[in-house]
């Protein structure tokens, strides 16, 4: 695992930017598993930048989101799937056919949970998976004490989770129930895991996820066992960090 720490948001949007960047350059039909929620924006905007200023290109790419609202239809402007369309998707030149939301409004959810795990395997697997992780150390919705080998499924989401995304939603009660998430085990089988926290609300997820026991009391702990894992956030989320980190993966490769 390599955990890098940046000055400021604009930095750690950056430095995860350029990692993917490279993958895309390196491989141009990259599989890219992304994510929503505020953090990964800074990276999916210097991502659209590099691809309308640097000619980044996305033609060829497949791209799978590890989650989704169990109950929003795509139009709706809290789902995922309205999020990646507009911070995203609109914005660089991807094939629409290669993208990968899972389906909040899927009539068997048990059968489209399985075909989005062969879907992922038929195109290879996911070559890099961009992470958020939430204050209570969740990642996508694999909340506290999901199995560390689920794969995708539905998941009741804690008073925790509803609490911090009642802000996107006129009332509390609207905020969704249930989720439909890739699980720890999915993210796992990802070649390459990119995890971005941002600010000191993530401090102790954070601490729990890089420095703590490996539990399922917090799911993101089990970047520790991946083999390429890349943490990359700023000071705050950094501060309650006991060791000493790199600020930038490159000198790693070039020292
Ligand atoms: P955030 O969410 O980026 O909006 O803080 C992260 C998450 O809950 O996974």
């Keep these: 695992m390599l955990v890098i720490v940046k000055s400021n948001y604009d930095k750690l949007s950056e430095e995860a930017a350029k990692v993917v960047a490279d993958r895309l350059k390196k491989k141009p039909n990259l599989v890219l598993g992304l994510a929503t929620g505020s953090t990964p924006l800074g990276l999916y905007k210097e991502l659209i930048r ?47 056919r290669y993208i990968h939301v899972p389906h909040g409004m899927a009539k068997d959810f048990k059968i489209f949970c399985s075909w989005y795990e062969e879907r992922i395997k038929s195109f290879g697997g996911i070559d890099i998976q961009v992470l958020g992780i939430g204050a209570n150390g969740h990642i996508a919705f694999n909340e506290p004490g999901s199995s560390l080998g689920s794969r995708t499924r539905i998941k009741t989401l804690t008073s925790t989770t509803r609490a911090d995304n009642k802000r996107f939603f006129e009332n509390e009660e609207d905020v969704p129930k249930y989720a439909i998430t890739m699980g720890v085990g999915t993210i796992m089988d990802a070649k390459e895991l990119l995890l971005v926290a941002s600010g000191d609300s993530k401090a102790e997820a954070i601490k729990s996820a890089v420095e703590g026991p490996l539990t399922a009391m917090c799911p993101a702990s089990i970047i520790q066992m991946h083999k390429e894992a890349f943490v990359i956030i700023d000071k705050p989320a950094a501060s309650k960090l006991k060791g000493t980190y790199v600020d930038t993966w490159e000198t790693i490769i070039f020292e």
């Design 50 to 96: 590099l691809h309308k200023y640097e000619g980044l290109d996305f033609s060829k790419v497949t791209t799978f989101n590890l989650d989704e609202y169990v109950g929003l239809p795509p139009s709706h402007d809290q789902s995922y799937h309205y999020f990646m369309q507009k911070n995203f998707f609109d914005e660089i030149n991807i094939d629409p």
